[in-house]
């Protein structure tokens, strides 16, 4: 695994090298992206402070991001191979004064989400479903839309006898209905 990494890291450091100037300081992005330099003056500090590849790379190790992640790598290497004793011994006294227990349980961030949020999410979800899915869309909208077709059916069923003279009645009815509105009630 370590040498694919290596295999990709040497490129990554050639191209970075090559390509650093140009592409902050050059006309590498030129009709891509537009610095208004007097509302924006980050770049030109940075090129004031940066002299190339090489002196940008150096001032890395000169940060204190870079000391302190080494400082925790020589750290664990004398905790954990060299002295293993030692986080044995603070595991021991933060077991007496109750701060593993803390650290173990993670703050009780853990117990808050699983018991608070996701009881709670799966509260509103049963919620939803008992209420939206269930009683609206299944209840009212798919089962009571066949018993509403199926209650004005069984009116019209009513109507629609199938004997020519109920026909030939409702439409005599609906005729005069017509009449009495246009004749008296449209004046």
């Not at 905790?79 to 173990?104: D, N, T």
């Amino acid at each position: 695994m370590t040498a694919p990494l290596v295999l990709l890291a040497i490129p990554s450091v050639v191209i970075g090298a090559i390509a650093l100037m140009p592409m902050l300081f050059g006309g590498f992005f030129d009709g891509v992206i537009f610095i208004d330099h007097a509302k924006h003056p980050a770049m030109t500090e940075l090129a004031e402070k940066i002299h190339g590849w090489l002196p940008m790379a150096l001032h890395g190790f000169q940060t204190a991001p870079f000391w302190l992640a080494l400082a925790g790598v020589v750290v664990s290497y004398l905790f954990y191979m060299v002295k293993p004793e030692i986080p044995a011994g603070i595991m021991a006294f933060s077991k007496k004064i109750g701060l593993y227990q803390v650290l173990e349980g993670k703050y009780g961030v853990d117990w808050v989400y699983e018991n608070i949020f996701a009881r709670g999410a799966r509260v509103l979800g049963t919620v939803f479903w008992k209420a939206g899915d269930q009683a609206v869309i299944d209840g009212a909208l798919v089962n009571g839309s066949w018993k509403i077709v199926g209650k004005i059916a069984s009116v019209i069923r009513w109507f629609q006898s199938g004997y020519i003279y109920h026909y030939a009645l409702v439409m005599i009815l609906g005729i005069f209905l017509l009449m009495t509105y246009f004749v008296w009630l449209n004046k």
